[in-house]
């Protein structure tokens, strides 16, 4: 005791130091806070649901009228929004209606107050053949509206349309009810049953429905299709009997409710079977179409061009996939007798896809005598042409890069346009223009030069089709093309960003490294702080996303604002990188981990941003934090457990820890069939989970997972908390009562803003701040 000093004991000079330097640091301290707030007010803004609003002119979801070449589609403006319609006959592009007389209309039939760029409906139906009358729900009424003489009748509520299928010629709505179909007419009410031997967990038309479609009580659009004559339809059947259920609780009720769906994992002998019938709504006869092999997958929706059933209503085109996805096929079924023959198929070793992320892509004629079929049997995406037979005709593309999706066939002319990635080179790989082709792959044509990403949508008729595009840099553009040669009829919209720009925005860059075999390119998009000063240290946080199914970056279009520019604006560099093993390349590109999920492409992204701090040294290789959800969840749980000298903090949402607890239909066609080792006790699943390595812990750790996920079950994360407690680890777990799997919330946004600012920042965040959505 003798040896210290009391405070009253030290010379007054001291004491006044002292005071002086705890005042400095309590301003020092005030001021951090008070930017802080700054900081997360300006990264708020750049969250989506508030940048989308900042952004005009930026969709054009054309929505095609009679005839098959005008369309109407609905603009937003700096005020609100627009209903624009599109000649391309005229070139001509102009108000659907008068907005401010329709907005007095509906005011004077429903008695209240409608703002002229502000309707409040986002679609609508034109009633009869005029195009002169429309009928859209508002208020909670269903107004029918003439937009030539303006004037708008109220009706009752408008009733939900969702679980009821339209014939083509109107004549009858198809339904399901207790598990079995009927069909009604729409003006006299009168009903027909179907089927009667519908039943639980072997419904027609309708699978078992998930917990948060339960607690939703929303209807439920059944999948069936009607033959375009109006006189069959098919109709989706799953069997689910007997499939073993997952389970859940939500436990914010003051009794607790039970939950359970029919979920399949990987090695269950008994999965999911699904089937489809054809009904003769005539003969009520039904045909149950037995498919062989068995298909685990099935398609009777079509590929993106080409409608289920053939133009004559004999006969229909179903696409499956057997277990593990290890085959694809593409089948004629006769609509009379429930005959089939397979007109195009293929087989991997590991995996088969139908598409390169674009909607199913495959085309067949309509004497069913050219079938367009989407393959990656040479290496690489590709066009194929086989005969009716089932032969290859032709390979109509070839090359070391990969194409998209079939867009168009004009028959008359035998063209296929196409998307297609990496084949002009020096351009980003993932921005994919379009494309097109003879049948005997001759006379190959880029129709669509501007770099960027071009999402094409084509007339009925086939004569136009209308492109928008963009790069990450730049804002969208949209532009009517005619057919065939791709020249600009005329300009549709340019997007506006000068708004986003007032709030702090600035555009994301695209840059592209080696990958971890110092030899492959790949790419990525870096976000960085408003105030980057290369002379400074930064953070640098990854937002993963491991696929196999898709990439980090997502669909590579323009980002106005997002989770990550929101990040950057704490002071953050904020980078996502897609790597070997995501799609859009060489099928060897994505094969690349097949087998061995853990991989998750972190050595990748561990190459990519030692060598973005070469090139950024402001970049601090010692505070390195990652972060994301669902599989990305897994994969930066993965990355702090068996990387933790390089990555110091992980915020993981919602991640599938263990595959062998995943759904069959992403786990098996990722990993394989599961192969069990009773010799050791062990299979090919278990090594791929994160709680074998929870022993590895040392960095930051924050959980977070919804109690209620129907998606990846929250027993993922459970089984990891409780091998990281009998690892004796100091982690950080956020519960949500009833949420289910997204999450994508503002409570969670902030609380994962708080983890990267306190641990890899180093800076206390500000206490209580409340990231609101904006009001409707």
Not at 272 to 296: A, Q
Request: aromatic fraction near 12%; glycine fraction near 8%.
């Amino acid at each position: 005791m003798a040896n210290v000093r009391s405070e009253a004991m030290k010379p007054l000079g001291c004491i006044r130091l002292t005071l002086a330097t705890a005042f400095l640091l309590l301003g020092m301290a005030d001021l951090v806070s008070a930017q802080m707030v700054d900081r997360y007010s300006r990264a708020e803004q750049l969250l989506p649901w508030h940048a989308s609003l900042l952004v005009s002119g930026d969709e054009v979801e054309p929505h095609w009228m009679e005839g098959g070449n005008r369309f109407w589609y609905r603009n937003k403006t700096a005020t609100g929004h627009e209903f624009i319609l599109v000649d391309p006959e005229l070139s001509r592009r102009a108000p659907l209606f008068e907005h401010y007389r329709l907005a007095a209309a509906m005011s004077l039939a429903g008695d209240t107050s409608y703002v002229p760029h502000k309707l409040p409906f986002d679609s609508f139906e034109f009633v009869g053949d005029t195009e002169t009358v429309i009928e859209f729900a508002a208020s909670r009424k269903r107004f029918e509206c003439d937009i030539q003489a303006y004037r708008c009748t109220v009706g009752d509520t408008v009733p939900s349309k969702v679980p009821f299928v339209e014939s083509p010629d109107g004549r009858w709505e198809a339904f399901v009810i207790a598990h079995d179909l009927y069909i009604r007419s729409p003006e006299t009410g009168d009903t027909i049953r179907l089927t009667h031997d519908g039943e639980e967990f072997y419904a027609y038309g309708l699978r078992y429905p998930r917990p948060n479609e339960v607690r939703s009580k929303a209807p439920r659009r059944p999948s069936v299709t009607w033959s375009p004559d109006s006189k069959r339809l098919v109709v989706e059947r799953r069997d689910e009997r007997s499939v073993e259920h997952m389970h859940y609780i939500s436990y914010t009720p003051q009794r607790p409710v039970h939950y359970s769906q029919p979920y399949a994992l990987p090695g269950d002998s008994i999965v999911p079977l699904p089937g489809f019938h054809i009904v003769d709504i005539e003969s009520k006869v039904n045909l149950d179409v037995d498919l062989e092999p068995r298909p685990s997958q099935l398609s009777i929706n079509g590929s993106a061009i080409d409608s289920t059933w053939g133009k004559d209503s004999q006969k229909l085109y179903v696409t499956w996939q057997t277990r593990a996805s290890k085959t694809a096929y593409l089948a004629e079924v006769d609509a009379l007798t429930g005959d089939y023959r397979i007109l195009a198929k293929d087989t991997s070793k590991t995996f088969v896809e139908l598409s390169q992320r674009d909607p199913v892509s495959w085309y067949v004629t309509d004497a069913a005598d050219d079938v367009f079929w989407w393959s990656e049997r040479d290496g690489w995406a590709h066009i194929w042409r086989f005969g009716a037979q089932g032969n290859v005709r032709n390979q109509v593309t070839s090359g070391p890069w990969a194409v998209g999706a079939i867009r168009h066939v004009d028959e008359v002319r035998q063209h296929v346009y196409f998307t297609a990635y990496g084949r002009e080179p020096g351009r980003v790989p993932y921005y994919g223009p379009l494309y097109r082709v003879d049948y005997d792959g001759s006379n190959l044509r880029l129709l669509t030069p501007e770099e960027g990403k071009h999402q094409i949508e084509f007339s009925p008729s086939g004569r136009f089709f209308v492109d928008t595009y963009s790069t990450i840099e730049v804002p969208p553009v949209t532009v009517l093309r005619a057919a065939p040669d791709g020249r600009i009829v005329r300009m549709i919209e340019e997007a506006d960003v000068s708004r986003l720009v007032q709030v702090g925005w600035q555009p994301s860059q695209v840059f592209s490294v080696k990958a971890r075999d110092g030899i492959t390119e790949i790419y990525g998009v870096v976000d960085f702080p408003p105030d980057f000063d290369p002379q400074q240290k930064y953070p640098i946080v990854d937002h993963i996303y491991p696929g196999p199914q898709v990439g980090s970056v997502g669909d590579w279009t323009f980002k106005a604002g997002g989770r990550d520019a929101a990040i950057a604006q704490l002071g953050f560099v904020v980078v996502q990188i897609d790597h070997l093993g995501t799609p859009q390349r060489s099928k060897a590109f994505h094969d690349h981990y097949y087998g061995n999920f853990i991989d998750n492409g972190i050595e990748d992204h561990i190459a990519a941003i030692k060598q973005l701090a070469a090139r950024y040294p402001a970049i601090d290789m010692d505070r390195v934090g990652i972060f994301g959800g669902s599989g990305g969840g897994f994969a930066s749980t993965d990355a702090i457990l068996r990387f933790p000298d390089f990555f110091k903090v992980a915020v993981s949402r919602s991640g599938n820890h263990d595959n062998a607890s995943y759904n069959i239909y992403w786990a098996e066609k990722y990993q394989g069939l599961m192969e069990r080792d009773t010799l050791r006790g062990t299979d090919n699943f278990a090594k791929m989970a994160n709680k074998y390595y929870a022993e590895n812990l040392t960095g930051k750790l924050l959980l977070i997972h919804g109690d209620l996920d129907d998606n990846v079950h929250p027993a993922m994360t459970v089984q990891l908390v409780d091998a990281l407690i009998k690892a004796n680890k100091n982690f950080d777990l956020i519960w949500g009562p009833d949420y289910p799997h997204g999450m994508l919330t503002p409570y969670f946004v902030r609380r994962r803003w708080d983890y990267f600012v306190e641990h890899l920042l180093g800076v206390t965040p500000p206490a209580g701040y409340e990231i609101l959505r904006p009001q409707n």
